[in-house]
């Protein structure tokens, strides 16, 4: 499967974005999907995840509260919606899809999207 990740940009401290995942080339209800997070000068880390179905939803403790994740199969499209946002959420975003159930390690993934960027300004 293959995955593009998009909806990043510039936004204030407290604002709101909305990140999307296409997916195409596969069956996207078999996948778990996985958001991560890169910023400058640091690891990949795990934002989010969402089970096969949508039912199971995951979040890292540092967005828990202010970040949700959703998915729509009939669309094959992964949202995660982030409010209140800080400057500490600055990085790149990717979403990744694995066959297995959601997983916070990075290499569970299989499919990963090119990454949207997304700054917040304090």
């Known amino acids: 499967v293959q995955l593009q990740a998009s909806g990043g940009g510039l936004v204030q401290a407290g604002g709101s974005l909305r990140l999307s995942c296409a997916a195409s080339?596969?069956?996207?209800?078999?996948?778990?999907i996985g958001w991560f997070r890169q910023a400058p000068g640091k690891d990949r880390e795990f934002v989010s995840a969402?089970?096969?179905?949508?039912?199971?939803?995951y979040y890292a403790e540092s967005v828990k509260g202010r970040f949700a994740i959703s998915r729509d199969n009939t669309k094959n499209t992964t949202y995660l919606t982030m409010n209140t946002l800080k400057p500490e959420d600055t990085a790149v975003y990717y979403c990744?899809?694995?066959?297995?159930?959601?997983?916070?390690?990075?290499?569970?993934?299989?499919?990963w999207g090119q990454g949207t960027l997304v700054t917040v300004s304090s």
């Open positions: 969402i089970s096969r179905g949508g039912d199971s939803q």
């Open positions: 990744a899809a694995s066959r297995s159930p959601p997983a916070m390690i990075l290499d569970s993934y299989e499919s």
């Open positions: 080339g596969g069956t996207f209800s078999i996948y778990s």
